[in-house]
C-alpha cells in the first residue's frame, strides 16, 4: 500500500520535471499541448470533471500560478497580506483562474487553432495564437518568462485584454474599501456554474 | 441582317447603362468620402502636429533587466516572495491602480448605467435573443454579422487612409470586392479564407491614433462600456457607415431615420446574439463588473488603435 502511494506521489511530480522548456522549445511544445488538449476536448468518452482534470495535468506545468496570483494582487496588497492570508488566497485565485479557463473550453466547438512564432519581447516570450470563431478572428497571447525551472507563463492577454491586468484593477478597487480577508471572503464563495 | 445588329446594339446599350449604374453608385460613395476627407482635414492636421510632437519624446528602450531566478515554486510564505515583483520587473509591465487612480468622473453614472444594462439583459434582451437564437441557427447569424461587416467597408476604407495605412486601405478595398461578390453579398468571408486579412478601423481608433487619450469613460444604455473619444468617433462614423440614416445619400439603405436606427438595433442584436454566452461568463467572473468592463475595454481600444 505505501509502495503504491509513493508510486502516485512520484507520478505526480514526474510531469513538473519533465516540462522545463527552453526559449527555442516554446513554438513546438506548446503546438504540441494544444494538440493533446483539442484531443481530450475531442473525446466524447469523457465527463466534465474527468475531462477538464486531464487538462489541468498536462497544462499546469507551463503556467506559474502562483507568480500569477502575485501580480495580480501587488506588491502592497501581498506584503500587507499575512503568510496564511497569502497561502490561502494562492490557492483560491489558481482555482479560479483556472476555472475561467475551463469554462472557456466549454464554448470551444471545433474552430482551427493557429500558433504563430514566439516572439521575443525584451526579456519575455510572446506567443501569439488565434482562431477564426463565429466569422471573426480572435487572437490570445500567451506571454512566457524565464524561470527557475525554463519558461513558464504568466499572464495570458484574451483580444488585448490582460488577464493579469483585470484582476489587478480588480483587486486593488476591493482593497481600497476593505481589508484583504473582505477579499478572501468573496474569492471562498464559489463560483456558479453555466 | 439589321436586325441582327439591333439586337447586339439593345444588349450593348443595356450593358453599357449596367455599368453607367454601377459606375454612379460607387462615384456616390467616392464622392461622399472625399466630402467626409475635406471635414477632416483640420482633424488630420491637428493629428500630424500632435505625431511630430511626440515623435521627439520617444524614450530610449530601457535596458533589459535580467531576471534573476527565484523560487516560485517553493510556496507562497517564503521570503524570497517579496523580492519578485522587484527583480523580475514585472511591477512596470502591469499599471498600478492604487498609484494612479483611472480618471473616472461619471463613475457614479457608469456604475448605474452598468447595473441598469444587466437588468435590461435580464429582463428584455435574454429574451428576446433566446427567442432570436431559436428562430436562427447560428451560421445563419454568423452571415448576417458577415453582411454588416462588409458594409462596414466605407468606414474602415476612410479610416485607414485617414491614418495613411495605405496597404490596409488597399487589402479592404479587396476584401470588400471579393466579399461582395464571391461570398454572395458579404454573406461569406471569403477573402479572409484566401488570406486577405481583415484591417478594420473607425474614427475612434483614428482619434487614438494621432494621441487623442480616451477622454473618460462613459456607459452606454444597451451599448455597454465606450468613452468620450470613442463616442466621437462612432458619431463620426454615422455619416460614413451605409446602416445609418443621417442625411439622403445615393448608397443609403435605410430610408429614413427610423429605419436607420431599425438596422442598427438589428446589427447589435444579432453580433449580441452570437456572444451572448462570453458576456454571461464575464459577469459571472468579475468580483466588481464596472471596472472589469471599463478596463478590458480600455486595454482592448488601445491594442486595436496600436496595430
Known amino acids: ?192 456554474d453555466a | 441582317m439589321i436586325s441582327r445588329y439591333y439586337s447586339e446594339a439593345v444588349f450593348m446599350a443595356y450593358y453599357v447603362t449596367f455599368l453607367y449604374q454601377i459606375a454612379v453608385t460607387y462615384l456616390n460613395i467616392l464622392g461622399t468620402i472625399v466630402k467626409f476627407m475635406k471635414r477632416l482635414f483640420l482633424t488630420m492636421i491637428l493629428g500630424f502636429s500632435l505625431l511630430y510632437s511626440q515623435e521627439g519624446e520617444s524614450a530610449a528602450p530601457a535596458p533589459s533587466d535580467q531576471i534573476s531566478p527565484f523560487a516560485h515554486l517553493s510556496g507562497p510564505e517564503d521570503e524570497v516572495f517579496d523580492d519578485g515583483f522587484d527583480i523580475g520587473g514585472f511591477e512596470e509591465e502591469f499599471t498600478d491602480v492604487a498609484a494612479e487612480p483611472v480618471y473616472d468622473p461619471l463613475e457614479g453614472y457608469n456604475r448605474w448605467m452598468t447595473g441598469f444594462n444587466n437588468i435590461l439583459f435580464d429582463y428584455l434582451l435574454d429574451p428576446v435573443i433566446s427567442t432570436y437564437n431559436f428562430i436562427l441557427p447560428e451560421p445563419i447569424r454568423v452571415c448576417i454579422n458577415n453582411i454588416f461587416n462588409n458594409l462596414y467597408y466605407p468606414v474602415s476604407l476612410v479610416n485607414n487612409l485617414l491614418q495613411l495605412k495605405f496597404d490596409h486601405a488597399l487589402s479592404e478595398t479587396g476584401r470588400f470586392i471579393i466579399n461582395s461578390t464571391f461570398g454572395f453579398a458579404g454573406m461569406f468571408d471569403t477573402a479572409m479564407q484566401i488570406g486577405v486579412e481583415p484591417h478594420v478601423e473607425d474614427f475612434g481608433q483614428t482619434l487614438g491614433h494621432y494621441g487623442v487619450g480616451n477622454g473618460m469613460p462613459i456607459v452606454l444604455p444597451f451599448f455597454g462600456p465606450s468613452n468620450l473619444r470613442d463616442i466621437t468617433g462612432e458619431l463620426l462614423d454615422f455619416y460614413v457607415n451605409p446602416v445609418y440614416y443621417v442625411e439622403p445619400r445615393q448608397y443609403n439603405i435605410p430610408r429614413n431615420t427610423y429605419e436607420g436606427w431599425g438596422l442598427v438595433g438589428a446589427k447589435h442584436l444579432n453580433k449580441f446574439s452570437l456572444y451572448k454566452q462570453e458576456y454571461l461568463q464575464i459577469r459571472r467572473e468579475a468580483l466588481d463588473l464596472y471596472p472589469f468592463m471599463r478596463d478590458a475595454y480600455e486595454q482592448n481600444r488601445n491594442k486595436l488603435i496600436s496595430e
Open chain 1, 1 to 192: 500500500m505505501k509502495k503504491l502511494f509513493y508510486l502516485a506521489l512520484i507520478s505526480l511530480l514526474l510531469p513538473l520535471s519533465a516540462a522545463a522548456m527552453e526559449a527555442n522549445e516554446i513554438g513546438s511544445v506548446m503546438r504540441k499541448k494544444v494538440d493533446v488538449v483539442l484531443s481530450i476536448l475531442n473525446d466524447h468518452n469523457l465527463s466534465k470533471t474527468e475531462r477538464n482534470s486531464a487538462i489541468e495535468t498536462e497544462m499546469d506545468p507551463y503556467f506559474d500560478f502562483v507568480l500569477m496570483a502575485k501580480l495580480s494582487l501587488g506588491k502592497s496588497g501581498w506584503q500587507a497580506a499575512t503568510p496564511a492570508q497569502r497561502k490561502e488566497y494562492v490557492a483560491l485565485f489558481e482555482r479560479r483562474i483556472k476555472d475561467f479557463y475551463m469554462s472557456k473550453l466549454d464554448l470551444y466547438k471545433d474552430e482551427v487553432i493557429t500558433l504563430e512564432t514566439p516572439q521575443e519581447v525584451k526579456n519575455r516570450i510572446y506567443l501569439n495564437s488565434y482562431i477564426v470563431e463565429k466569422g471573426e478572428k480572435r487572437e490570445v497571447l500567451y506571454k512566457f518568462y524565464h524561470a527557475k525551472e525554463g519558461w513558464l507563463i504568466y499572464d495570458v492577454d484574451v483580444l488585448g485584454v490582460s488577464i493579469i491586468q483585470s484582476y489587478r484593477s480588480q483587486f486593488a478597487g476591493e482593497l481600497e474599501n476593505g481589508s484583504i480577508e473582505q477579499l478572501l471572503n468573496k474569492l471562498r464563495q464559489p463560483q456558479p
